[in-house]
């Protein structure tokens, strides 16, 4: 199995602040025959299913606030919130599909208002 | 409007068996490969399963394999999983999901249904 481990594991942010969550893969989710990097981005909030944020690493989902972004590539990444909003506390997860459909999930970073 | 709505969970002894259900509405069902992805209490993500549109490839987590049974029927719109032999560790919240173009990333959940293994 892919292993993504994600930091911190908890954060808290002040309202507009800028908010980062990093993700690291045990091996490369980078496909080189298209230049692709298979990795996704997930927010959770309390009592309700994950909502996808960003694939692709850096394609953001249709509907989503262009104040969340995906980079990195191979074995890093991370998920920028450029301005905190108080709608963004949540538990945010990454997720590699390079070896789908046995895909893994980082184990989640918990967002919090300072 | 895409429409993912499980059921089918509950309380179960160890050893004992339930199936879940996913009625599935607002898209082509028959076009998409489909997940089960459980979340134990306060824990994270687990893929458990993957059924392609056809039935005709079906993957399992090693958690599960040759305990749980994954089936779909495209005529009913719904997605099923048919778990035995259950264990206190699989105690958990179970969501179904939708595979983007059988890429691997899921574009819709549903609400999810609470699996309790206990005695």
């Known amino acids: 199995d892919i292993v993504m481990t994600q930091s911190p594991d908890s954060l808290a942010v002040s309202l507009g602040e800028r908010a980062t969550i990093n993700c690291k893969s045990i091996q490369s989710v980078l496909y080189s025959s298209n230049n692709k990097n298979y990795l996704a981005w997930y927010q959770q909030k309390p009592g309700q299913p994950p909502k996808l944020l960003i694939y692709w690493a850096s394609t953001r989902e249709s509907g989503v606030p262009d104040r969340f972004s995906g980079s990195g590539s191979g074995t890093d990444f991370t998920l920028t919130i450029s301005s905190l909003q108080a709608e963004d506390v949540a538990v945010y997860f990454c997720?590699?599909?390079?070896?789908?459909?046995?895909?893994?999930f980082g184990q989640g970073t918990k967002l919090e208002i300072k | 409007e895409v429409q993912l709505v499980e059921s089918g969970g509950g309380l179960v002894q160890p050893g004992g068996s339930l199936r879940l259900s996913c009625a599935a509405s607002g898209f082509t069902f028959s076009s998409y490969s489909m997940n089960w992805v459980r979340q134990a209490p306060g824990k994270g993500l687990e893929w458990v399963s993957y059924?392609?549109?056809?039935?005709?490839?079906?993957y399992y987590s090693d958690s599960v394999k040759g305990r749980f049974s994954i089936s779909r029927d495209n005529a009913k719109n719904s997605l099923y999983l048919q778990m035995n032999s259950l264990r206190v560790e699989d105690t958990a919240v179970y969501y179904c999901?939708?595979?983007?173009?059988?890429?691997?990333?899921?574009?819709?959940w549903g609400q999810g249904t609470l699996v309790t293994v206990s005695s």
């Open positions: 999901a939708r595979d983007v173009a059988a890429a691997g990333y899921f574009d819709n």
């Open positions: 997720q590699q599909y390079f070896s789908t459909p046995r895909v893994t």
């Open positions: 059924i392609s549109s056809s039935s005709s490839t079906i």
